[in-house]
């Protein structure tokens, strides 16, 4: 599976049977090792929608936020950028956008 970078650190993404050892979770974003784990099993759309929320927390952390008030921010913005990137073509978008300027 390929890697993605936030600000500049490179992040794995793992599938796993178990994250965190709860069954109850569908993700993790592991900081200090820079890697994303997301349960395997999930629906493609709960798969999807967990990568987006875990990349996200990787992006306030390296931002610089810490801590876990930022929770609720990270579940609002996950839900509405996972359905950007799914409902848009961004790659093509940011060209047609670099060309116009």
Do not use: W
């Not at 599938?15 to 979770?25: G, I, M, R």
């Amino acid at each position: 599976m390929e890697n993605v970078k936030v600000a500049g650190i490179e992040y794995k993404v793992q599938v796993k049977e178990l994250v965190d050892n709860d069954p109850n979770t569908y993700g993790s974003c592991v900081y200090h090792d820079a890697h994303i784990e997301i349960r395997k099993g999930l629906s493609r759309e709960r798969t999807e929608q967990t990568f987006v929320h875990e990349l996200m927390h990787a992006t306030i952390f390296e931002a610089g936020y810490r801590g876990d008030e930022y929770e609720e921010l990270v579940e609002r913005l996950s839900v509405v950028l996972h359905q950007v990137i799914k409902e848009n073509d961004l790659p093509r978008l940011l060209e047609q956008v670099a060309e116009q300027g």
